[in-house]
């Protein structure tokens, strides 16, 4: 917390107020929060620094930002595009840039949904501006978890938005892990434990191990004979490949698409009135599920022979 302050970030409590530390010393403050120092920067500001970082050997410069109000989240998209940046990775709610576990979260920033749907509509804009204009890659984040939510995450934002950012959905990934390994090591499962798993009530939860809890435990450790493999990158490695992997590979199939790069807007659609407002008002082209291949039905119908 003191190094972190004396970054110029802003600490509550003060880390080096005296009393502070006598209280942190007895367990009586568990832990700091952290703030970033406000955003205030021009134009000209922003420009001259990402000319900076470039010119001092930076080969790929990024910027990762929140959601604030709609004209500020315009303005950066703006800037990383006049500065030639290489990525872009907008936050949505609920998360946001290093703001948990305080209320900025959620109630500091903009859903993703509606986030993206800004983000996108600002980038159809600058396309309609000048068609052959370069774009840095763009991913989108905030609370997304499950394959689904990937699969309708990129199609909404075809063809800009190509990568899905996660933080805490991983990291659960890997904290749930390690624990499952240590309870494992320690002969402390649970029959809870085995009923998630899906093991019959007879097994004896002292016998449970990695490669029982891991459907990706044997084949992780026949591709890196001899090497040890800490069960919190076991998780992590299962929830990438097994859980959205796999998913992802269902619904793609499902929407006869089998490249991601080849969703677009047209494989979801709106059922919702709000969502059917955001739609509009960013002009997205995405249709309600009613009028989805309205015409196509009709044309498939009408060519019938129904002799």
Not at 32 to 51: A, K, P, W
Not at 71 to 77: P, R
Not at 141 to 146: F, H, L, P, R, V
Not at 247 to 266: C, E, M, N, T, V
Request: glycine share 10%; charged share 20%; proline share 5%.
């Amino acid at each position: 917390a003191q190094l972190l302050q004396s970054r110029g970030y802003l600490v509550f409590p003060d880390p080096s107020d005296p009393v502070i530390i006598e209280q942190w010393k007895a367990g009586l403050i568990p832990d700091f929060e952290r703030h970033s120092r406000v955003g205030l920067s021009s134009t000209e500001d922003v420009l001259e620094e990402i000319d900076q970082i470039r010119s001092s050997g930076a080969k790929n410069i990024f910027i990762k930002t929140g959601a604030y109000r709609p004209a500020a989240t315009a303005w950066i998209i703006r800037m990383g595009i006049e500065g030639k940046v290489d990525g872009m990775t907008f936050d949505g709610a609920g998360g946001g840039t290093g703001m948990s576990p305080v209320s900025m979260m959620n109630e500091g920033s903009i859903p993703t949904a509606y986030l993206e749907a800004l983000v996108v509509g600002c980038l159809d804009m600058i396309k309609q501006k000048n068609p052959n204009m370069n774009l840095p890659s763009i991913a989108i984040a905030g609370g997304i978890a499950n394959e689904t939510q990937m699969f309708k995450a990129l199609a909404m934002g075809a063809p800009y938005i190509n990568c899905i950012a996660m933080a805490r959905a991983p990291i659960t990934a890997a904290m749930k892990a390690k624990y499952t390994g240590n309870v494992i090591a320690k002969k402390e499962a649970t029959p809870a434990m085995l009923t998630n798993l899906g093991f019959p009530k007879e097994k004896d939860p002292k016998s449970l191990t990695l490669s029982e809890a891991f459907v990706e435990y044997d084949g992780l450790y026949r591709k890196y004979s001899g090497k040890e493999i800490p069960p919190s990158a076991i998780g992590v490695y299962t929830y990438f490949t097994s859980k959205l992997g796999t998913g992802l590979k269902q619904l793609l199939a499902g929407a006869r698409k089998f490249r991601l790069d080849l969703l677009d807007r047209h494989d979801i659609a709106y059922i919702s009135q709000r969502a059917k407002e955001v739609c509009h008002k960013w002009n997205l082209g995405i249709k309600s599920q009613e009028s989805l291949d309205f015409e196509l039905v009709k044309k498939e119908i009408y060519s019938g022979n129904y002799n």
